[in-house]
């Protein structure tokens, strides 16, 4: 399968612990993203790099959150201290920033490719 | 900020029924909009997407939206549904400047009766 991997898909831990999800994109992807989703929500925003820079953060990213993403391809996102709160699927996806995007400067037209989620569960 | 409103939470029709599900959005530049589709149990796909052009985009399986600008909306529609239609719709929108993210509305679950 050559699509977006996460793993784990799901991770059941204990108020205070940290947890750390990989994402391994689509190769030749430049672009990767975190989302957030809860039930009836749509997937929230939580940060995204261009290749290995970390370009944008969402303000529901707090310090105890943090995202990787070293050589531009692979990405961890880590979360210390866990709480109830940060029970939710955490999606990553990918993207390639190329053609006609690249001509406009700063165009975002191109597809976004989800993984399946890792599902984070805070006892 | 740029958001998404999606006004339908959860729709429940009858095969070959027609469907049109609304999507606003707020932001006054050039957007880029995108319907997702989640089908039970699977990752969230691509049914279509317009940035430019015709504004009546067709994506896969007969679904198609048409693009509003004076409306600021991106609604999908389907002439007739089926059953395989089950799912959560997600409209998206991503803008030409400052920010490569897209932003997400909270979905409208379709539940097409056999």
């Known amino acids: 399968d050559t699509g977006v991997s996460q793993n784990p898909r799901h991770k059941i831990t204990k108020r205070g612990q940290n947890v750390t999800f990989r994402c391994d994109p689509i190769?030749?992807?430049?672009?990767l993203y975190w989302y957030r989703q809860t039930l009836g929500q749509g997937p929230e925003f939580l940060t995204y790099?261009?290749?290995?820079?970390?370009?944008?953060k969402s303000r529901l990213l707090s310090d105890r959150f943090s995202a990787e993403r070293p050589k531009g391809s692979f990405s961890t996102l880590e979360i210390q201290r866990t709480e109830q709160g940060d029970s939710a699927m955490y999606l990553c996806a990918s993207s390639l920033a190329a053609g006609r995007d690249s001509f406009l400067l700063g165009a975002n037209t191109g597809e976004l490719f989800f993984g399946e989620g890792s599902r984070l569960t805070v006892l | 900020a740029q958001s998404v409103s999606q006004h339908n939470h959860h729709v429940i029709l009858s095969e070959a029924a027609s469907l049109e599900l609304g999507c606003n959005y707020s932001?006054?530049?050039?957007?880029?909009l995108f319907w997702y589709v989640q089908y039970p149990g699977q990752h969230l796909q691509l049914l279509l997407k317009y940035f430019s052009g015709d504004p009546l985009v067709k994506g896969i399986k007969g679904f198609e939206a048409e693009f509003i600008k004076s409306k600021f909306s991106f609604n999908l529609r389907k002439p007739s549904v089926q059953w395989s239609d089950t799912a959560e719709y997600f409209c998206?929108?991503?803008?030409?400047?400052?920010?490569?993210?897209?932003?997400f509305g909270t979905g409208t679950r379709l539940k097409v009766l056999a």
């Open positions: 998206a929108v991503s803008i030409n400047s400052g920010t490569y993210k897209y932003i």
């Open positions: 932001y006054g530049g050039t957007v880029n």
């Open positions: 790099f261009q290749n290995e820079a970390q370009l944008e």
């Open positions: 190769s030749e992807h430049n672009r």
